[in-house]
């Protein structure tokens, strides 16, 4: 049998006047196995009866890597099937063949496939390497199940439309600005109550789901937690200018976990099942934050309220966070808890990939963290593309160009807003001195908003790549929550920035949405009020 040795594709892809790599190859094309068979011609598979603890794959001991540029590995594999235990089946790796060093590696467990079948699934590795070694892309079988590998593709990192803000070279342009809409009864004289605001853009229309307090009655069993509150939302035609009427979403519901409050989410449209998801802060007169899940079919989510999850609440407060603070060398605390705004950043291998904030009142520290999950009961605080530890934590905020608090610094972070540009994830997270409470007193606290990105989520606290001056938003005036409830996200290949403006000395509210634009941007953007 002739065993052809072939690199399949070369390409070299143009973007704004610069070009990136991309080297492709396939495994069964290639002579460099120890165990198993060509699969499909141009596949390789191995089966449990095949020899173990081996290379599935290895080589192709490649020098065309000519770039000493940030870079990706995408090994596409496939499992038969997801069930069992979470003991490791692969490892994957890049090695500098030259010098025998492993540049990058990661384990990969049964859990961590979204999908049996052998169905085609992306496992990444992010590495930099010298120019001219020969480099090797390898998948080391550990035992115990049928395991294809279709192909392996190497890409220089993009940083997609948001590296140019990233870096202050585009600008930003105010789209709308418009008071919230507040239901009649609010006591208030403002809808200073109806924050929590996200953007979902779908079919040519912006939703915004917010919470919504005052709609009725707060029952007495609430008083002293919150007022009686839902999750309402409007959608937009002309970027946020005006808004439609609100349909809800989720309700508070009867038991002492929710029937006070259902607040603060985030939702996530699902284009494999057509369906929404919500996740959202509740809480009821067990005084105690948790998190609910709410779901409905159909694309779009005004045509009635949501379905609330049977197992609700699917997570108590401090359930994630004692897992994801448990051992050594973490950047967080075990007496952390209240997961809290939640945001579902995307979905990756059947795995909904989950951010939240908690909070350490005894040592006033707070972080964000991540979380998956594949049915919003059951979540995963480890695995591959998960940090087991906090993404965001006073490391990261402690050295930004503002005058902290001498007394406590930067306390950490608090809600945070993701977005996939090019092959990063840019983070917009809040970030106080003094407590994660609101001080409205004016000069009294720092409350600004920094801006970081990684191209892996699996990143942990000091890990993220922050823009040379942060924070990027400062409100005009020093007032703790001055700029609430943030969003970056995108909507077709445009890039938007949206927040809630709020001067408590007038009782003002505002939000605030900018689109990125060429230009120029000098960080901290002072955000000012109407």
Known sequence: MRIYIILLLIVSLYYRGTVALQLEFYPGTQAYHQTGSRFNNTAWIVVSQ??????????????????????????????????GDSSNLL?????????????MSRNISRLDFGYGNIQSQIFSLYFTSTIGHKLEFRVFYHCCSSIVHYKTVVNELDGGGLADIFIGQAGLELVSSSVFPTPQGDPSSTAMWNVGTYIKPLDGRWYVFYREGFYAPTPAFCNGIVPLTRIAVRNSTDFGKT??????????????FDNCAALDGAPFFDNDTDSWHY????????????????SRSGRNPMSGPFIPNPKNPVVQGGQLWSRICSGTGKHCTLTMYDEGTPEIIEKMNGWFYITFHGWDGPNNKAARGMARTRDFVNYDVAGYDLPNDAIFSPLDCNTWNITWNPKSLCVGGGEGSMVKSGDYFYHLIEAPDGTLNCDTTLGEQNWVLGLLRSPTLSARSGEWEQIHFNPAFKP????GCGLQYHRIFRDDNDFFFSMFVIDFGV??????????????TNFPVIVGYP
């Open 91 to 103: 490892t994957v790796d890049v090695n500098d063949a030259d010098l025998d060093h492993i540049l």
């Open 279 to 294: 996740l959202a802060q509740c809480i009821g007169n067990n005084r105690r934050w948790s998190l609910c899940h709410y």
């Open 243 to 256: 808004w439609s009427e609100p349909a809800v979403v989720a309700l508070p519901g009867n038991s002492t």
């Open 476 to 479: 005009a005036k020093k007032y």
């Open 507 to 520: 009782n003002n509210l505002t939000m605030k949405i900018w689109k990125v634009v060429p230009g120029k």
């Open 50 to 83: 095949d020899p173990s603890e081996r290379y599935l794959t290895y080589g192709p001991y490649t020098n065309a890597w000519n770039t000493t540029a940030s870079s990706r590995v995408d090994f596409y594999l496939g499992v038969d099937n997801i069930t």
